[in-house]
């Protein structure tokens, strides 16, 4: 009896292991399509833009693709980064009140990050309704003590994410060479999830051996 509990709970493990690598490889697979949007738009844009500058980019049924540059192409092409890829869905119940504030902290904060010399881009996309992937590239770990000391950071990390966010992936990793470069390999994923509005998360934490970890690369036509 005690072995066939142990089997049991071997086996609901394995299985909620293949699922949390299968979101793993869903999410690379959504992070190398907008890092592609990046690298096309980076090529195409003008010599000289001034910088920071934010770009939208059309995709398929009229999903929302905000680019943010705010660093030289150059180095996001061809060297290697740090990216944090940040996904997740949103409660069905939110308040509006709450969804204002977000979009109200939203805007300052992608003012804000022009003073963080290791960020190079942040973009956004909302695959589906509710369901967003973030991807910012950084030069170096340092860059991302930033988001620490930032206030408007962590009073949303910390106070409005509990009543906006149902569950959250944090995924952190390199590209090696940049977008130029073309792979991503991710590190850890953090896990958050919040069963209960206004309530603190569950969390836990996956870190990945160079024998597990999780890579894609960019495809170009």
């Known amino acids: 009896m005690h072995e066939n509990n142990e089997l049991s709970q071997l086996a609901v493990l394995d299985n909620y292991s293949l699922q949390a690598a299968w979101k793993v490889k869903l999410d690379l697979r959504v992070l190398t399509y907008m890092a592609q949007k990046m690298w096309q738009h980076l090529l195409s844009q003008a010599a000289g833009t ?51 504030e977000i979009h109200r902290v939203d805007k300052v904060f992608m003012t804000e990050l022009a003073d963080n010399p290791g960020l190079l881009s942040y973009s956004s996309l909302e695959l589906n309704k509710g369901h967003w992937y973030n991807l910012v590239l950084l030069s170096d770990s340092t860059a991302k003590t930033y988001f620490k000391e930032s206030s408007m950071h962590t009073y949303a990390a910390y106070q409005l994410s509990q009543h906006y966010y149902a569950w959250i992936r944090l995924h952190n990793g390199i590209m090696s060479g940049g977008l130029q470069g073309k792979d991503f390999v991710v590190h850890s994923t953090k896990y958050y999830s919040f069963p209960v509005i206004g309530q603190q ?6 870190q990945y051996t160079v024998e597990t970890r999780f890579s894609a690369s960019i495809k170009t036509k």
Do not use: C, D, W
């Open 50 to 100: 001034t910088l920071p500058s934010i770009h939208f980019a059309e995709e398929k049924r009229a999903r929302v693709h905000r680019m943010a540059i705010y660093q030289q192409q150059e180095y996001l092409l061809h060297h290697s980064l740090q990216f944090v890829g940040f996904i997740s869905g949103v409660q069905q119940n939110v308040s509006p009140t709450i969804v204002q």
């Open 201 to 206: 998360p569950v969390t836990r934490e996956a």
